[in-house]
């Protein structure tokens, strides 16, 4: 089974609608980070969170809150989607800084 | 503030040539350096990283050194196959902005037969 896991793994939806976006990992990982790869940019961080009391902006927050629920689980949502957050968008993982980051497989979101 | 950049793709080799990948960094403090590949598909996976200056990393016959000289770390590898085709990240990870990652814009390799 995947360390990282990400559902859905595709959305299509329309401007205006509330959108969650979740991620799960088994690996025991203390932080967790949503990131958005959009063509040409890399990837660029929106949220992260070093432990459940401890969620952080990124570098592209605006249209996006989060919500870690537990250690293993942390949340994307998307309040009021709007067609330039179309993107694929990963979770990752990883065992305080300076370490390895883990991916998941990513969730390609569409909004018409 | 901290940022990477990376040549710009796509990058088409033959098989067997020789890759090089090249990335710079801006960073205030002493970061430690990464690549990341990203197969069709697929979540980014580690390839290799270096966390301070000279320390070169390896895998799979990929190489790269981190050269605080000239604030690089290019990424190199003697003999490209079919299935290194892929879209490759440098990034740095900041241990003083508590260890996020910054990426450069990805390229894109393509190796045909």
């Known amino acids: 089974d995947a360390d990282v896991t990400q559902t859905p793994r595709n959305r299509i939806t329309k401007t205006g609608k509330r959108i969650m976006l979740e991620c799960s990992q088994t690996k025991g990982h203390d932080r967790m980070y949503w990131y958005r790869q959009d063509p040409g940019l890399g990837l660029r961080l929106i949220y992260y969170s070093f432990d459940v009391k401890d969620i952080n902006k990124g570098e592209i927050s605006d249209g996006y809150s989060v919500s870690r629920q537990a250690q293993a689980k942390f949340s994307l949502s998307l309040e009021s989607a709007i067609p330039n957050q179309t993107a694929l968008y990963f979770c990752a993982t990883s065992e305080g800084g300076h370490n390895e980051q883990f991916f998941g497989p990513g969730t390609r979101l569409t909004v018409l | 503030g901290d940022s990477v950049t990376q040549m710009e793709g796509p990058v088409t080799l033959s098989e067997e040539a020789f890759l090089t990948i090249n990335c710079t960094y801006t960073a205030t403090g002493y970061p430690s350096l990464f690549w990341y590949v990203q197969y069709p598909g697929e979540g980014l996976q580690l390839l290799l990283k270096?966390?301070?200056?000279?320390d070169k990393g390896s895998n799979k016959g990929f190489e790269a050194t981190y050269r605080k000289e000239t604030t690089s770390f290019h990424l190199e590898k003697g003999s490209v196959q079919v299935s290194d085709s892929a879209v490759y990240f440098c990034?740095?990870?900041?241990?003083?902005?508590?260890?996020?990652?910054?990426f450069g814009q990805g390229t894109e390799l393509s190796v045909k037969p």
């Open positions: 990034a740095l990870s900041d241990y003083n902005q508590g260890g996020k990652l910054i």
């Open positions: 270096a966390t301070k200056a000279d």
